[in-house]
């Protein structure tokens, strides 16, 4: 066990320590970015319509982006962070979208040493649970 870790944010970092990035890999340039008070915990999924969902901030927000500007679309707020990958399937024509909620371990365990950093205290349900979301056209 390691018990004397320390985490303490560096001063660019208090506005923010989580973002998302787009990138034209072309021109080896950043597009956009979106930033997040929170750490970061989730995986990136951008479909072929445009969209980028992104979900791992502790306000347990699941968000919908614009890929080419990077604005917030939707958002729906879940049971708890999410860390899980999104994916994307299609049945009768209908395109869905599916994350799973549950705040796990190491998120928990980094968002202990954040508020200790920061002398706050953060609360996110642990829990596991699978959110489906239909894409309308």
Do not use: C
Request: charged fraction near 20%; hydrophobic fraction near 40%.
């Amino acid at each position: 066990e390691i018990a004397d870790i320390e985490l303490l944010p560096q001063k660019e970092a208090k506005d923010h320590i989580g973002e998302l990035q787009a990138w034209d890999l072309n021109a080896g340039k950043k597009v956009w970015t979106s930033t997040f008070k929170s750490h970061n915990w989730g995986p990136v999924l951008t479909t072929g319509g445009g969209l980028v969902f992104l979900g791992g901030t502790n306000d347990r927000y699941f968000r919908a982006f614009d890929a080419k500007m990077g604005k917030i679309l939707w958002q729906q707020r879940t049971n708890s962070g999410v860390t899980g990958v999104p994916v994307s399937y299609q049945i009768d024509g209908v395109q869905y979208i599916a994350v799973q909620s549950g705040w796990g371990v190491d998120a928990q365990r980094k968002q202990e040493l954040l508020d200790k950093a920061n002398g706050t205290k953060t609360f996110v349900p642990q829990g596991g649970v699978l959110w489906v979301f239909a894409l309308t056209k």
